[in-house]
């Protein structure tokens, strides 16, 4: 339901408020509150839709301060009805990641915590560690963030001991199996050695080992074991007691003993700054500790002013533990899903939670915020190891910060610089030149913001390099946006930086400063250069280097920064050399374009296997007819 939103807040016309509210029906669903310019800035979920945004606009009705501005800048409220309670919290959290309200408690996509995942959307489903959660396939399952990365590769690692699942993300060979196979390690996936229904079985096992499953998966390997002794089948009996005593070893290594207690629960705590929110959640199956999960929030920019008493506002803390409880769950398992879960905090939506999650699960879901004894001795220790964690994202935000004060105080700059942007070329005597652009925002790498660039100068030959040229274009191409429109922002501006470091010297930094001038950018960009021999900085129109030392704060970010560079572009250089090195004969057989070359590859894998392929072969791959399949071979078999 949608209309257009009015320029009095709802608060200050009563009469409006009321209509409005007589409108919202009482059933489960979303609400989205709208401001005056029409942009939304909270979204929340109720199963009784009246009856809680009501509930924002009562005078006696006691509101924290930031959702107590919220209520004063509403201007209009729209709202979607769902059929249940499970579907509005679906709908409430894809809405929230879609617009992004302000005044709504978001978690960050935090890269330093790896995931599991298990690509269930594939015939025979692919298991490895990722640091980027990226549901391209609703079918595709993640497991975590997990805190502890080494543990999760040994877990990992001791899974693919354990069962026989593919050890490989690519096929070693086009026709047979790799020495995988012949130990018994692999059932043959590659060559289809095994049919997919019972590959899933396997990952399926797996899966249950990150579920925290494990010992229900013990009971069902001893079942098992017990049918295949009956049977007589002594090997086979034998394989799975080996299976059975890894798992209980993997318990032993990664359990830790709680206090008696057999019930599935986790445990959520935080604890926060004016910044960011540190949370852990501790999963406890069957008394023992077998997971330990994080997540890191944004506490809102209104609260980010606010006194430190301020900050420890319960219903704010009991906020963000639902938003991430909510997230976590949403993206779990019914069996996942534990029949207690132990907070910090209130949460100003725990029945609904809980009904939600009770209804996934199938079975009663309980939440509670315990106040003493073992379970409120659980939620200090969470609390404990959340502390911990904040301080440790204190001490690098500190670190941070007296470089980024340091570089400032070193190129004399009016403010900090937030977005730093570095540039290198790789090449090998010319051959394949590539360009890095990589960026630091406030003195940490944004890799979603770096960028390669291939040089297109026809000047840069194998056998003939020009640095110089190569970075001015890079420049000019990452910058001629502004040049042809000079009403483009500069101030404020996320997309432009505060500071370009170029490596190399005096030669390089020349170069681009020149295109600059071109451009008539140069006024408005801050440009230096920093040599590897001896860590100097150069700046424009100085003949001389700065007076720096090298472990200097400020000159030790510029080298990460340079250095990342360097490495990001020799990366894409080996890239793009690795794949001349593989289209390098195939270019010289006529009637063989860019398409067809990659659609042999594709299927081949490599020139060589290419080579050794008939010319019956050769013509099954998509787009190569017989006629070219037998010029490819009579080009590998000359007469």
Not at 574 to 595: C, F, N
């Amino acid at each position: 339901m949608t209309t257009s939103a009015q320029t009095l807040s709802l608060i200050k016309d009563p009469e409006r408020l009321e209509h409005r509210l007589a409108e919202i029906p009482l059933e489960p669903g979303v609400y989205l509150m709208r401001d005056a310019s029409d942009r939304i800035i909270y979204i929340g979920k109720s199963r009784k839709l009246r009856s809680r945004v009501r509930s924002y606009f009562r005078e006696s009705k006691r509101l924290s301060e930031r959702i107590a501005t919220m209520v004063r800048q509403v201007a209009e409220i729209e709202f979607i009805v769902t059929d249940t309670e499970v579907e509005a919290l679906a709908l409430e959290a894809n809405l929230i990641k879609q617009h992004q309200p302000y005044f709504n408690v978001l978690l960050k996509d935090d890269k330093k915590y790896p995931y599991l995942c298990i690509t269930w959307s594939e015939e025979y489903p692919r298991i490895f560690i990722t640091r980027k959660r990226q549901l391209g396939n609703e079918k595709d399952k993640y497991y975590g963030p997990y805190t502890d990365s080494r543990l999760l590769r040994e877990t990992l690692a001791l899974c693919k001991r354990i069962f026989k699942i593919r050890q490989r993300p690519q096929p070693l060979f086009k026709d047979r199996p790799c020495l995988n196979f012949d130990l018994g390690r692999c059932p043959g996936v590659c060559q289809s050695l095994i049919s997919p229904e019972e590959y899933r079985k396997i990952v399926q096992k797996v899966a249950m080992v990150f579920q925290g499953r494990t010992s229900e998966l013990i009971d069902i390997l001893t079942e098992q074991m017990h049918k295949q002794a009956e049977m007589l089948n002594f090997e086979a009996a034998a394989k799975i007691r080996d299976r059975i005593a890894s798992l209980k070893s993997l318990n032993s290594e990664q359990k830790v003993s709680l206090p008696d207690d057999t019930i599935s629960r986790d445990a959520i705590a935080l604890a926060a700054d004016t910044q960011h929110a540190c949370i852990q959640l501790f999963q406890i199956r069957a008394g023992q500790l077998i997971g330990r999960l994080g997540y890191i929030a944004q506490v809102p920019p209104l609260l980010s002013s606010s006194a430190p008493a301020q900050l420890q506002d319960e219903s704010l803390m009991g906020t963000i533990l639902q938003r991430v409880l909510e997230e976590h769950y949403q993206n779990a398992d019914a069996v996942e899903i534990p029949a207690e879960i132990l907070v910090q905090y209130e949460l100003p939506d725990a029945e609904f939670l809980a009904n939600a999650l009770g209804q996934r699960k199938g079975k009663k879901v309980t939440i509670v915020a315990p106040q003493r004894q073992s379970k409120a001795e659980l939620i200090e220790m969470v609390e404990r190891n959340a502390q911990y964690e904040l301080q440790r994202m204190q001490k690098l935000s500190d670190r941070n910060q007296q470089a980024m004060q340091d570089l400032a105080a070193i190129l004399d700059l009016p403010d900090l610089p937030h977005r730093i942007e570095g540039y290198d070329i790789s090449h090998i005597q010319g051959s394949n030149a590539v360009a890095s652009q990589v960026v630091f925002i406030d003195g940490i790498s944004a890799k979603q913001h770096y960028r390669h660039y291939k040089i297109k100068n026809p000047t840069v030959t194998p056998g003939h390099s020009d640095d110089f040229a190569s970075l001015a274009e890079v420049v000019q191409r990452r910058f001629r946006k502004y040049a042809e429109d000079p009403q483009l922002p500069r101030i404020g501006n996320p997309d432009w930086p505060d500071l370009i470091v170029i490596d190399g010297g005096k030669g390089q930094l020349a170069a681009v400063v020149e295109v600059l001038q071109r451009m008539n950018l140069y006024e408005d960009l801050r440009v230096i250069s920093l040599a590897k021999k001896r860590e100097e900085i150069f700046l424009p129109e100085k003949s001389k280097p700065l007076c720096t030392e090298p472990e200097q704060p400020g000159v030790q970010l510029l080298r990460r920064l340079r250095d990342e560079a360097h490495r990001f572009a020799v990366t894409f250089h080996r890239q793009q050399r690795s794949e001349k090195l593989k289209r390098s004969r195939l270019d010289e057989i006529p009637g063989l374009g860019h398409y067809r070359q990659k659609q042999l590859l594709g299927y081949f894998r490599s020139v060589d296997y290419i080579r050794q392929a008939t010319p019956a072969q050769l013509a099954e791959v998509p787009g190569i007819g017989p006629r070219l399949a037998q010029e490819i071979y009579d080009y590998f078999h000359p007469s």
